[in-house]
């Protein structure tokens, strides 16, 4: 991103570059909600991306689009991971309805692509449509104007 004499890289340092520099709700709030959402970020990055996203989504759905082999192993190695992760993103969100907020935090802008990456591929469409608070919460999420405008569809 550049904004004037400033060059940022990185999704994170861009989102929190934009939650300082310019109006709106915050994506990061400024209280103890702070914690709870770069925990869920953390959640997403380490955990979520990695397991679901490269390790499933990439493998079944990116790489036969360019004509590039699936890699079966990789996909069966991160599918324990996704079924253990998706009950706990589950029960993160029942309460409060977002990740670490009553309202949407830059959690909940980090997992929306990342569960509608798993619900266009056929490995994790059922498991995370099993998960009844996750659904609800992105069913949330989709019904924004800024989420229906931007989230890719796949599959």
């Given at each position: ?25 915050r994506l990061v709030p400024e209280d103890a909600e702070a914690v709870r959402t770069m ?61 670490g907020s009553a309202e949407p935090t830059l959690a909940d802008w980090y997992f929306v ?11 994790t469409a059922d498991l995370i449509a099993a998960q009844p608070n996750l659904s609800t ?19």
């Amino acid at each position: 991103m550049v904004h004037g004499d400033t060059v940022i890289y990185e999704s994170l340092a861009i989102a929190t570059y934009l939650d300082v520099h310019f109006g709106g709700p915050r994506l990061v709030p400024e209280d103890a909600e702070a914690v709870r959402t770069m925990q869920w970020v953390g959640v997403h990055n380490d955990s979520v991306q990695e397991a679901l996203t490269v390790g499933i989504v990439l493998e079944r759905v990116v790489k036969p689009m360019f004509g590039m082999e699936t890699n079966e192993a990789t996909i069966a190695e991160n599918l324990p991971k996704v079924q253990h992760i998706l009950p706990v993103l589950d029960a993160a969100v029942a309460d409060s309805g977002h990740f670490g907020s009553a309202e949407p935090t830059l959690a909940d802008w980090y997992f929306v692509p990342s569960i509608a990456y798993g619900l266009g591929c056929s490995d994790t469409a059922d498991l995370i449509a099993a998960q009844p608070n996750l659904s609800t919460w992105f069913e949330r999420m989709n019904a924004r104007d800024a989420v229906a405008v931007t989230v890719p569809h796949v599959g």
